[in-house]
Each structure stands twice: as C-alpha cells, then as structure tokens.
C-alpha cells in the first residue's frame, strides 16, 4: 500500500506540489475553525463532537506540515546543493509571512479574550439580573391583583350566598358579571370532597382540567391564608384559590372559589426569554474559565496551523522564485564543463523567469553552434599547424619565432641541435639571453624592419665553433610589428668544403708549377759533386753544401707529394673485408717500427664485415696512429706511452677508438683539425688529418676529437656496417 501510494505521488507530481497542498488545506481548515469559534462564542452553544473533529484535522495538518517543512528545510540548509540565495529568500519570506500572522494571532486572541469578558462583565450581569427582577415583579403584580380580585369576589358570593343557592340561573349570571367585573379570564365554584361544580363562568374549560391538580396541601394553606396561587404548567396564566365560608356553611361542606386570568403571551415570552437567558448566563459565568481554557485551546491550535501554513507558503514561494534561478546555476556549470546539450526546462508560466530560461537556451544553442564552428576551425588550425610544425621540423634549417618583446615562442629541432638547447627550456625566454651573437642584428633590423637582414655570424657551443647565415625577417600586421622570424643555417661544413676545394685547387697548382724545376735542380746538384768534388780546394765544404741543397729539395719534394696527395685523393674500391684483421695488421705494422711505446688492443672475437677501401683505411689508421705516437714523444713519456685502439659496434655503425695519454689537442683547434694547412706540428703540412677527413665522408663515416680528462686525446672512427 505505501509503495503504491509513492508510486501515485510520484507519477501525478502530488509530491513536488506537497508543501502547497497542506498549506491550502491548512488555510481551509483554520478558517473553518475561525468560523465555529466564531459562531460559537456569538451563542456560546457548542457542538462539541464536530469540535473535536476541527482540532484533530487541525493537529493531523499541522504535524503534516512540521514533517514537511523540516525536510524542505534540511533540504535547503543541510545539503551542498543549496545556495546562498536561496537561503536567504526562503528565510526572508518565511519570517515575512510569519510575522504578519504572529501578530494578527496575538491581537485576534486579546480581542478574543477581551470579547469574552466582555459578555460577563458586571453591567451585563445587573442588566440581565434586572430584567429577570421586573419580569418576576411583574407576575408578582398580576397574582396579587388576581388574589385581590378572588378575595372580593368572594366576598361578594359570601354576601349573597343565600339568593345565590336558590337560583342556579342567577348564581351563574353572577358569577359571569364578577369575572366581566374584574377582567378575569374564568372562574368556578366546586365543592372540594368530590371536586362537583356548583357553578363556572362560560370560558372555564382549562379550570375544569385544573380541578384533580388543586392537592390537600393547597386547600390547608387556603384555610390558613384565605386565598393561595396556583402554579400552571404552561404559565400563561395565574390561578387563585379561595374559600367560600357562607356558601360551606349552606352546602354544609367545603366550598372554595378557583379563579383564573391570562397574561399578555408577548410579555409572557419575554418574561421568559429573560429568565432562560438569566439562566444560561449564570450557567456561563460559572464556566468562565473552562470556556476560556477551551476556545484558547483551540485558537492555539488554529494559530498554529495557520502560522505553519504561512511559513510553508513562504518557503513554495521562495523555491518557485530560487528553483528557477538553481537551474540557471546548474545549467551554467554544465556549460561551463563542456555538456552544451543540456537545456533548461522551460516553464509554462509566461513570466521573466520563463522568459530568462527560453533566452538561456537560445544562448545555449548559439554558444554550441558557436562552439562548434570554432572546433571546426581550431581543427583546421591544427591540422595547418600541424604540417607547418611537421614542415618546421623537417627542414635542415634553424627557425626561431620571437614576440616584440624578443622572447622566443616558436623553436624548432634543428635550431635546438645547433645552439644546443631543449626546447622548453628557452621558450618565453629573451633570445638574448640565449644567442646573444644575434644582439648586434637585431639592433640592424630594428632600424630597417621592412627589409630582411642577413649576415654570418660565429658561435661557440660547447667548445665548438659554428659558423650560422643569419636572416632575420620583421613579421607585420596592419602595418603593425607582431615579431621577428630568424632562420639560419649551419655552414660550417660548407666553409670547411670551400676551404678545402681552394686548397686542393691551390695545391694542384703548387704541385704542378714547384714540381717541375725540382728534378733538374736535384739532377743539376748531383752532377756538380762528381764533376767538380774533386776541382774544390775545400771539398768537403762544397760536399755539405750540395748535400743541403738536394735534401731541401727532397723535402720540397715531400711536400709536393702531400700536396698531390690531398689534391688527388683517389675514388674509394669498396670491397668486403675484415675490420677487426684491418685493424690488427695496423697495430702490428706499428709495433714493429722498434718504439717503446705500448699498444692495447681490444677487438671482438668475431670477424666484423664491413664494406670499405681497405687501402684508404689502411691508410687512415696509420696516420693517426703515427699523430699518437709523436703526440706521446712530445709529451716527453714515450717510456710510459700507451695506446689503446678499441672496436666497439654501436648500432648500425662499427667504432674505433684510439686512445693515448700523449699532449693532447689545443682546444682552440680541435674543431677545425679536419681543415687543410690547420697544425700544431713543427713540421706538420697540416693535410694529414684533412686527408682523413675526406676519406671517412666517402666512406660514408664520421670522425671525433676530444681531450681526454688529465692527458691524452681519442679519436673516433665511426664506419657503417
């Protein structure tokens, strides 16, 4: 039964509309209740059976809407989803409705309780009294008139008793003449033994009905008294009894006179609406307190509910008025975290509220299409950013994007790997404080924003120097600066590459001019010492001095043989061949040369098959193996000298490293060592390593420098497998 009476609230919204269905009952009972105190206190008659069903409908809805406002109220103030507004209008309406009833309640109880009062005050009381005095002193006046009149008129019979026996006709004509005489409505004459008439007036009838009433103790009092009022039953009338002496004594027996006159029934009923209501006042006054225990009782109760009643009205009305703004709150989160679906119910109320909540979703709906549209295009956005990023990446080139305040927002890889940086360690950063070389440029385009300047600037990163083509391009909007676009490329190989093709060309022509007159003139020399050694006084003299001359040009002819070498560098004839056997005959070829310096060498077990010039590496390995040695001899410890020569695979490329604990590199060199004429040698050309150089980018391979921590050099070797 409960879950089917939940099941009905629920499906026909009785539910939400609780709080408003008590309060209406409640207002409907209070009045009604109202109206009965009301009408009660006017006749002070109570029904007390529908009084009890009044206050038990009274209590039964005022608990209802105690339960129901408390868990409205809890509702409201004990859970998160209340808001601030709305606890403040809930309690402004509240007490803005109570107030006015507690007031009315406490002013319509004093005038309640003053009305009582009122009724029973002493001027109300000497009134009522009063009037039951005069209508008391008025049937008073009219006995005694009628005793009088009963007394005379017995008299009367008395006097003419005798003549009155005789004559029946005339007893009866006398007794109808007495009552005209004296007003008086009947009159009958009865002996009292047997209650037989001797004689009545013609409108007796009700005293013939009276005569078995008259009892013994009325007849004593009539001979005590001479005459006696009778009561009568429907006190319209007043009755006297008196006895005829003179007419006993006739009759020899008790003879008695029954007279009777009727009242005004208009003073008759106010004689009697005054008594009654003399009566019930007295009643009344003595259940004041009670009355007034009752009806305060009840006008509590009445109170009550209607104070509850107002309350509960408050509190419909403040959530009419805050549930609808809630729902704009709510709408507005679910906005804000992204749910453009959801809508406000809209009411069918046409009022400012339902007019806000159709608005609100038609801003919903312009802001989801807006929403929309604008995912659309930041998606096109991306996808343009996406490739332009991807193009940015991909391209050789260093690409730096900076604001009018200089401070870098765009950086791609390449321009990462040339100034060494991480990339989101420089964004927002001053690009001064990162390249400051690009300070002096800067200041150029500056001066010149709408022409893109260019220069060649050197950097040092990490103890290499780089040679950067800077171009630095003013970015406009609206004839507006929004920034600077700066590209440059590492051309420090292409400087190296068109030194080393000057070089070669040099050297070609320095081979070609100085080579020919070298042999006449070693020829030349040769022949003057046999022709004329023995012609020279000081022979030996002349000996030395042909002897320097044809070792200067031996050397002179050493020299051209570098140079022709450099200049001719053969094509490399790949061919399969054992790395790790290369690498061992190298060693061993320079072993046997009769120095004191050590070799270590470490090599896999296993052959490494590589594809190479096995010549030209050859080649390669002697030399830099000779650099060490004659790096070690100059550091003055070729007794302690060692080598170490290392073969290491590293991924797709087979490493040697040769290792000495020898001078080392001058630091301020070692990044140009591949370039021609470049030496720390006394004799050196300077062309060894460039050779070296050339052979390992034929081959496709790279080739490092680096001073070892304390003494010594490694040169590194790298060779595709």
């Known amino acids: 039964m409960i879950r089917y009476l939940q099941n009905y609230f629920n499906n026909h919204k009785i539910k939400k509309h609780l709080l408003s269905i008590l309060a209406i009952c409640a207002g409907i009972s209070t009045i009604a209740t109202y109206g009965y105190i009301t009408s009660t206190t006017r006749n002070f008659e109570a029904n007390h059976r529908f009084m009890m069903v009044l206050i038990i409908i009274d209590l039964i809805l005022f608990l209802a809407l105690i339960i129901a406002i408390s868990r409205k109220l809890i509702t409201i103030y004990g859970s998160k989803t209340g808001g601030v507004l709305q606890k403040r209008i809930v309690m402004m309406f509240s007490l803005g409705t109570a107030i006015p009833v507690i007031i009315v309640a406490v002013f319509s109880f004093i005038l309640f309780n003053y009305g009582i009062q009122s009724w029973f005050n002493q001027k109300v009381s000497i009134a009522i009294e009063e009037s039951v005095v005069v209508a008391e002193a008025y049937l008073k006046e009219h006995k005694e008139n009628i005793k009088a009149d009963a007394l005379s008129m017995a008299n009367d019979l008395n006097n003419e008793a005798y003549g009155l026996v005789n004559d029946p006709i005339y007893f009866s004509q006398f007794i109808e003449a007495q009552v005209n005489a004296r007003s008086l409505s009947e009159a009958i004459i009865f002996r009292s033994d047997d209650r037989k008439i001797l004689a009545k007036s013609r409108l007796s009838f009700s005293l013939l009905f009276s005569l078995d009433k008259i009892t013994d103790a009325d007849f004593e009092n009539v001979n005590k008294n001479q005459a006696v009022i009778l009561a009568d039953d429907k006190n319209d009338r007043v009755r006297a009894l008196v006895k005829l002496k003179s007419l006993s004594g006739i009759f020899s027996s008790d003879m008695y006179l029954l007279v ?429 390593l460039a050779i070296v150089k050339k052979i390992m980018d034929d081959h496709g391979g790279l080739i490092s420098f680096t001073n070892n921590e304390g003494i010594g050099a490694t040169v590194k070797l790298s060779l595709p497998i």
């Not at 106010?270 to 019930?280: D, K, L, R, V």
């Not at 870098?408 to 927002?428: D, G, H, P, T, Y």
């Not at 400087?495 to 070669?504: I, N």
């Not at 098959?609 to 650099?627: F, H, M, P």
Request: hydrophobic share 45%; proline share 3%.
């Open 260 to 688: 009777g006159r009727l009242i005004d029934s208009n003073v008759l009923a106010h004689t009697e609406a005054s008594q009654g209501a003399a009566n019930e006042y007295n009643r009344l006054k003595s259940e004041i307190a009670q009355l007034q225990i009752q009806f305060s009782f009840i006008f509590l109760i009445a109170a009550m509910l209607l104070l509850v009643a107002s309350i509960a009205r408050g509190i419909v009305f403040a959530t009419e008025i805050t549930d609808p703004i809630r729902a704009l709150l709510k709408a507005t989160d679910r906005i804000r975290s992204g749910d453009f679906d959801f809508r406000v119910q809209e009411r069918s109320k046409k009022d400012e509220v339902s007019v806000l909540g159709r608005a609100f979703n038609l801003m919903t709906e312009q802001i989801a299409k807006q929403r929309n549209e604008l995912i659309e295009a930041a998606n096109e956005i991306d996808v343009k950013r996406h490739f332009n990023e991807m193009v940015i990446a991909g391209v050789s080139a260093g690409i730096i994007a900076v604001d009018t305040d200089k401070k870098i927002s765009v950086i791609n890889k390449s321009a990462c790997n040339m100034l060494v940086v991480q990339a989101f360690e420089v964004v927002e950063t001053d690009i001064e404080s990162v390249i400051p070389e690009f300070e002096s440029l800067f200041d150029l385009s500056e001066l010149t924003p709408d022409v893109p300047v260019q220069s060649e600037i050197n950097i040092m990163r990490q103890g290499r120097k780089i040679a950067l083509l800077v171009r630095i391009v003013a970015e406009k909007f609206n004839n507006h600066l929004q920034g600077y676009i700066i590209t440059f490329d590492d051309i420090t190989e292409l400087l190296v590459a068109q030194r080393t093709a000057a070089w070669s060309d040099v050297a070609r022509r320095i081979a070609h001019e100085v080579r020919n007159p070298l042999t006449p003139i070693r020829l030349a020399s040769e022949r003057l010492i046999k022709k004329y050694s023995h012609e020279v006084s000081d022979q030996e003299t002349f000996t030395r001095y042909i002897d320097t001359i044809i070792r200067h040009v031996s050397n002179i002819g050493s020299i051209i043989d570098e140079f022709v070498n450099f200049a001719r560098i053969p094509s490399p004839v790949f061919a399969r061949c054992d790395l790790v056997n290369l690498v061992s005959n190298a060693v061993f070829a320079r072993q046997i040369t009769g120095n004191v310096i050590k070799y270590k060498l470490d090599t896999p077990d296993d052959e490494i098959l590589v594809t190479i010039d096995e010549g030209q590496i050859d080649r390669i390995l002697i030399n830099l193996l000779k650099n060490a040695e004659e790096s070690i001899e100059q550091n003055s410890n070729s007794k302690d000298g060692l080598i170490k020569v290392d073969v290491v695979i590293e991924g797709k490329f087979v490493n040697i490293i040769i290792e000495d604990n020898g001078a080392g590199f001058d630091s301020q060199i070692i990044n140009r060592l591949t370039e021609p004429y470049i030496t720390t040698k006394p004799k050196g050309s300077g062309l060894g």
